[in-house]
């Protein structure tokens, strides 16, 4: 079989090809994205007809995936870990109504927040629905544990999380990869009311979820995913979760470390196999990476007789990545010095590119602002949340995608005025027209600016639903034909787009501003 240099996104890509996987459904996140990509660029994917358009959220994401899996097929659903906020009615929902085709959730998460809004741990959504999540330490592992993924959710009819973090997703590994399984004939499920959570039905489905815990758990103490490495020194003893199990490694091999370990790969955790651990050590150092998940279980409320220590005791930092220098310090061992960074590496912090669309915007968009009183702008996320930087330092808000149309509106229904929302074109039809709906349905005084660079540009100019799309939309909507505007954010037009957008700002109706200029990263590639 071919060994490959592979990203573990795309060793989870592989992997699924591999397992016959007949369609994956996703939005772009980081560091989730290049899951789908490299699937988008796969001739054997395409040979094989196995869907990989994006979707337009996460949600419907993840719906797809499990319609895909009702009708027998093998499905993968990719996100970053916020996105799995907004696919959660569906998730947890899966794990009531089961799978029929194997079906395969993977979330992505991003602990530091290089590219997110927070650092929240998937583990917990997890454990929520009750269902297996997987960790891999390695791309290896995020190879074979996909493939394991697919057969284990079949085998016990449930959707299968596999759980990665940025580090493991955006690093190369060799991988080794075993023989292609064919894709499942199309077969409905045998019970054809499975899928219907009505009351009566749900509570049935949902106690024999209850009832297949105790056989995950099995799964779990027996699965090598959770194995035991015996130590000599068992004055502590390690229990290491995914990645942070690759940290202790490259630790516990130049420090010649002998404490024995417990690697956990595979949720629920093994009870059996954690308490034969800690009655042979003194005291247990958890590394996790996320949040203290699993030391946070293994405390609980009450005093125990041995020490847990971790991010919630205070051993390691609460929030942010591990590395092997925290695992170090975690260790008591002394930190290897940090390598000076050359001067002509800067610091720089991001910035819209020279000629980007949302720079003409927003310079129009102060303009027309001009004596209101600062602090009506709510922004949503996107290159042009750059907008919050100087020199235009032009919006207030940006919490979760879709948010700046319903939190403008809420502003609105205060008293506001003029409150302005400002979204971007693939925001916006991820989970910005639904707010702009509320807004036509009540006629709330707010005007939306649509950027519309004609594609997702943050996560690498991924094609966007709006394109083309975006006035119909609107008008389908609801919002007045008068009142959606379309202008070319270019420098020379930069006095009648000022003018439009004070025009509308006076307006005290819906209006929306559609202000259209493709990327120009997209332009050049
Ligand atoms: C729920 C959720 N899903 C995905 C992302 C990742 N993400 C951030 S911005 C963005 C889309 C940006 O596209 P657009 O709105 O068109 O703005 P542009 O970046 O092109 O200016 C995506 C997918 C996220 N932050 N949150």
């Known amino acids: ?196 959570l009505l009351p009566a039905l749900a509570r049935n489905r949902y106690r024999s979820l209850l009832g297949s815990q105790q056989k995950l758990i099995s799964e779990s103490e027996g699965s090598g995913n959770n194995r035991l490495e015996h130590g000599t020194d068992r004055r502590k003893g390690i229990i290491a979760c995914g990645i942070a199990y690759n940290y202790y490694c490259e630790v516990a091999e130049s420090a010649h470390l002998k404490y024995p370990v417990i690697k956990i790969s595979q949720y629920p955790v093994p009870p059996g196999l954690l308490n034969d651990f800690v009655a042979e050590v003194r005291e247990v150092l958890v590394l996790e990476e996320g949040y203290p998940f699993l030391e946070e279980s293994l405390t609980g409320i009450l005093r125990n007789s041995y020490t847990v220590r971790g991010r919630l005791e205070g051993s390691l930092p609460r929030d942010g990545e591990l590395n092997p220098g925290v695992v170090k310090a975690a260790l008591g061992l002394q930190q290897s010095p940090v390598r000076e960074i050359p001067a002509i590496v800067k610091n720089r912090p991001p910035a819209l590119c020279k000629g980007c669309s949302h720079i003409d915007m927003y310079n129009a968009l102060n303009e027309a602002l001009g004596d209101y009183v600062p602090g009506r702008v709510f922004s949503d996320i996107g290159c042009y949340t750059l907008g919050a930087l100087p020199p235009y330092n032009a919006i207030n808000s940006c919490v979760d995608m879709g948010a700046s149309v319903t939190m403008a509106k809420g502003a609105a229904d205060a008293g506001l005025h003029p409150s302005v929302a400002v979204i971007g074109d693939s925001t916006f039809t991820h989970s910005g027209m639904t707010g702009l709906l509320d807004v036509v349905i009540e006629k709330t005084p707010v005007t939306v600016i649509i950027s519309d660079n004609s594609t997702t540009g943050m996560t690498g100019g991924q094609q966007s639903h709006a394109t083309g799309r975006l006035v119909e939309i609107c008008r389908g909507i609801g919002v007045g034909p008068e009142h959606i505007r379309v202008i070319n954010p270019l420098k020379k037009h930069h006095a009648e787009n000022t003018q439009i957008i004070a025009g509308e700002l006076e307006y005290r109706g819906v209006s929306v501003i559609i202000s259209r200029r493709e990327c120009i990263q997209t332009i050049r590639k």
């Not at 990509?37 to 994917?45: L, T």
């Not at 284990?152 to 299968?160: A, K, Q």
Request: aromatic letters at 8%.
């Open 1 to 196: 079989m071919p060994r490959l240099v592979l990203l573990g996104d795309e060793a989870i890509a592989q992997a699924a090809l591999d397992s016959g996987l007949s369609g994956v459904y996703a939005y772009p996140g980081t560091p989730s994205t290049e899951i789908t990509e490299y699937i988008q660029r796969s001739d054997r994917a395409r040979e094989r007809g196995v869907h990989s358009n994006w979707s337009a959220n996460e949600k419907t994401a993840m719906e797809a995936a499990l319609g895909m899996s009702y009708a027998g097929k093998r499905a993968m659903a990719c996100m970053k870990h916020v996105g799995l906020n907004v696919a959660a009615d569906a998730f947890v929902n899966s794990a009531i109504t089961g799978v029929n085709g194997g079906l395969l959730v993977v979330v992505a998460d991003d602990p530091s927040m290089h590219s997110s809004q927070n650092e929240q741990d998937s583990r917990f959504f997890g454990r929520f629905a009750m269902i297996p999540v997987l960790e891999p330490s390695t791309q290896q592992e995020a190879y074979d544990m996909t493939r394991y993924g697919f057969e284990l959710s079949e085998r016990f009819g449930l959707p299968v999380m596999l759980r990665i973090t940025t580090r493991l997703a955006h690093s190369r590994s060799v991988i080794s990869t075993s023989p292609e399984t064919v894709e499942n004939e199309l077969h409905l499920p045998s019970d054809l009311r499975q899928f219907i």
